[in-house]
């Protein structure tokens, strides 16, 4: 019983400090939702950039048009060169009437035209999709597929893909970036917010020390305080991390800017996002506290 009488005692004395040094309560409240804010921005974008960079990375295919005379035999020949080619993940093989019956599907006066068109005279081409393994060396698996025997051309938006993807990769390390150093800051703002007020109670300290009050009994006050000046400076970044991103969703109809940049669904994204934010303001705070104590008090 004594553990849980001196834990309610502690509870106690951590919000009458709160209470009592309300200004500076306050302003390490408001520090911590400011930054808490731009965290929780910052990794719904991250997720999001990641999102997006990996289904690119999924629906990204080379296409490779053979040559009119291409023979069946031909066929698994570069069927069989493409198994060597190590970078390539998979490939679908698609005949010339394959592509004429699924373009008549897409558009019926498109169709009546191929129709004029025998075999021998039709425009289209056999053709093979493939997937990568590595989009970063999509150029370089371009080339090779391009010096094969019997191909025609090879497509697969060549130098804006690899910018593309590399920009994306850019943006996510910079939010995740951003992330780690607003973490920082909020544990640097909780430390000087718990020193200023450990100054105005030294008299009170010195007293508990000379009635022989342990390092644990002094120290577990301020780390339960900063404790709660997280909880309260995570509830406005939770409230506008689940009904914010849930407007921002609903107002772009889960797309932003083309239907290739797909939002994650709210939910639960933005639950697992309001945990992560409750978590670091709780972690930050008692971290950033239990850091005042030990280095301005030396108990």
Do not use: W
Not at 50 to 66: P, Q, S, Y
Not at 231 to 242: A, N
Request: charged letters at 25%.
């Amino acid at each position: 019983m004594k553990p849980f009488r001196m834990l309610g005692r502690s509870i106690r004395d951590a919000f009458k400090s709160s209470v009592r040094n309300f200004s500076l309560s306050l302003a390490s409240i408001s520090c911590i939702t400011i930054t808490l804010i731009i965290v929780a921005v910052a990794i719904i974008a991250s997720v999001n950039v990641e999102k997006v960079t990996k289904k690119l990375e999924k629906d990204l295919t080379i296409v490779v048009f053979m040559e009119n005379d291409t023979t069946d035999k031909e066929i698994e020949h570069t069927k069989e060169m493409f198994s060597k080619i190590k970078n390539i993940d998979t490939y679908e093989f698609k005949s010339k009437l394959t592509v004429k019956e699924e373009m008549k599907q897409e558009s019926e006066i498109l169709g009546t035209v191929l129709d004029t068109f025998n075999t021998d005279e039709s425009p289209l081409k056999d053709t093979f999709q493939i997937k990568v393994k590595d989009v970063l060396n999509i150029g370089e698996t371009a080339k090779t597929i391009e010096n094969l025997d019997k191909v025609a051309v090879v497509r697969y938006g060549e130098g804006m893909v690899e910018k593309l993807i590399k920009a994306f990769s850019s943006i996510e390390k910079v939010t995740y970036g951003i992330v780690i150093a607003l973490v920082l800051v909020t544990m640097f703002l909780i430390i000087n917010t718990i020193k200023l007020t450990i100054s105005t109670r030294k008299r009170e300290i010195s007293i508990m020390r000379l009635v022989g009050a342990s390092n644990f009994t002094i120290k577990t006050p301020f780390i339960i305080e900063g404790m709660i000046l997280g909880i309260f400076g995570s509830i406005v970044p939770i409230l506008l991390t689940v009904f914010g991103y849930r407007a921002f969703y609903d107002h772009f109809g889960g797309h932003l800017f083309s239907r290739v940049i797909v939002l994650i669904k709210p939910e639960p994204f933005t639950y697992m996002i309001a945990l992560i934010v409750f978590g670091i303001g709780i972690l930050v705070g008692m971290i950033g506290s239990a850091s005042a104590v030990k280095k301005y008090l030396k108990v």
